[in-house]
């Protein structure tokens, strides 16, 4: 299903009012997305994930859209990484510690700081999306740059996180304990923390060096920001890659939603979001 005649912005509003349509485009674009998270912090199965997606879609349609309306409107990018927050804040509600992996010592807030600190950004990036769970050749994929260039970092890497080193899958090794490591830095904003456009913006190549520096250096230090940062990067990728899932799959997830019956002037309108 090609969505590329509806623009992100079109999409959203229609999803408010309640379209199918738009929900059908939304669905199509993110769900592939929403799938790839999934595995990586959470490693449901097939049926769970469904099921996972389907509740989160209903959730967020509760309230006539209450929790969509909530999220960042202004560009694409920033309305995923807050869908990106909701996921993972309802998916790790659902996490079972008894499953996280004990051959390796389990990750702390505390611990990966101690791992990260004095370490260059780039190095920082690499030791932030392996604890993720992210294999190198996907790492090298989001960072558009081989992981091998972060020496330092992975000289600490081999140290910590012996039993890790054959790691091929994209997937935690322990999605409970990552989940409240990623719930602390998502609480750990602080007044100098630089908005989150800035970062995109950085990305994106629209900064001046001398903006740039600051920005970069304030995220080597800074937790919530380590993880905005990569998560920006994560999530834009994944944008990319995106599969179309099968149309019996978005179908499904359809039945979840309260969709408006399209009458007369409701059509109108449609028309003029989408005509
Ligand atoms: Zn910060």
Sequence with gaps: MSNKLFTFHKIVAGCEEGSRKAWEAFLADYTPIVFQLS?????????????????????????????????????EREFLMDLRDFLLEEGAEKLDPALDSAETP????????????????????????????YSDATIEKILVTTPAVAQKGLERWRAEYPALLAVSDDRCVWPAAWGVVLRTARKAKTEGCPPLRHFVRIH?????????????????????????????????????????????????????????????ARKTLFKRMFG
């Design 39 to 75: 595995d990586v912090y959470f490693g449901f199965s097939p049926q769970k994930q469904n099921d996972f997606w389907r509740d989160a879609v209903a959730q967020l349609s509760a309230n006539n859209f209450d929790t969509l309306k909530r999220f960042e409107h202004q560009a």
């Design 106 to 133: 389990r990750p702390t807030p505390e611990a990966v700081l101690g791992l990260l600190k004095g370490l260059p950004l780039l190095d920082q990036e690499v030791l932030f999306f392996k604890l993720c769970g």
């Design 204 to 264: 994106e190549g629209g900064f001046q060096w001398h903006e740039k520096e600051p920005a970069e250096e304030h995220v080597t230090g800074c937790l919530h920001c380590l993880s905005r940062w990569t998560a920006l990067r994560e999530i834009w990728h994944w944008r990319k890659q995106a599969k179309p899932r099968p149309a019996d799959e978005i179908e499904a997830l359809l039945s979840a939603l309260p969709l408006r019956t399209e009458t007369k």
